[in-house]
DNA sequence: AGTATATTTCGGTATATACCGAAATGAAAG
DNA sequence: CTTTCATTTCGGTATATACCGAAATATACT
């Protein structure tokens, strides 16, 4: 069922983080990593489970890949789930943080730093 | 993050089944283990995790507890989820199936059978 | 009170997965 | 061609959870 792996992608603080983020701009896996501070492998894991399930896609930049969220696939629900998010923003001080974080976060200088 | 509960919750196929059920009516535990054909304790924690995520409500009736969908918490979301289940129900024969074991299910013959 | 039935809770097991560091891969630059 | 750096894949571990049967709980009936 094409919907389990839709929920299943959606059950994980981490990646739910992801997403909202995502919603901001295309982030790579660096970026990601310097917000959630967790190990790179572990942020490109979260992606790859949120990029099966349908729900964001990547692109190659050079040696950066830049993932972002999938507009095109089950528009209606993926809206009713950032809605659903956004309603819990203000109690998740977490994802506020992302937001700030995410705004300031320059590649060219997070990156490296592994 | 309450959204991760309503996601691990509805992130497992048996759940979403118990779900797409309810949409037609409310049931009991044994109506759905018939259908399930899972023990009554593992359909009991399944509702359980329902419960707790605010998706569905129970009420006590005699000796039965009946279980139902909860229309009020997160409307559009819910709608959102029942009608992505729906655009499934053709790919996935087991939600047809439930929809007909159930229609037939009584209760009175079901029960006492465990 | 005692029996029957529906449900829930508990203890135990087996599988799934979140995480890490290390190794492998792929692209760009020297 | 080699080095550098971002990312992915792999092996291993620790925690979560889906499942069951048995015991406990709750309600109805005799």
Redesign the interface.
């Known amino acids: 069922?094409?919907?389990?792996t839709?929920?299943?992608a959606?059950?994980?603080?981490n990646r739910?983080r992801i997403m909202k983020m995502l919603e901001q701009r295309e982030l790579c896996v660096c970026e990601i990593r310097s917000v959630l501070e967790l190990s790179n492998s572990t942020v490109s894991e979260h992606l790859a489970v949120l990029k099966d399930a349908g729900l964001i896609l990547d692109r190659k930049d050079g040696k950066w890949v830049n993932y972002r969220l999938n507009d095109r696939c089950?528009v209606?629900?993926i809206?009713?789930?950032l809605?659903?998010?956004e309603e819990?923003v203000g109690?998740?001080p977490?994802?506020k943080n992302d937001a700030a974080k995410i705004k300031k976060a320059n590649r060219y200088k997070i990156c490296c730093t592994i």
Do not use: G, R
């Not at 069922?1 to 389990?4: N, R």
């Open positions: 069922m094409d919907a389990i839709i929920f299943k959606l059950s994980d603080t739910l089950c209606n629900f809206k009713a789930v809605e659903l998010l819990h109690d998740e977490a994802l």
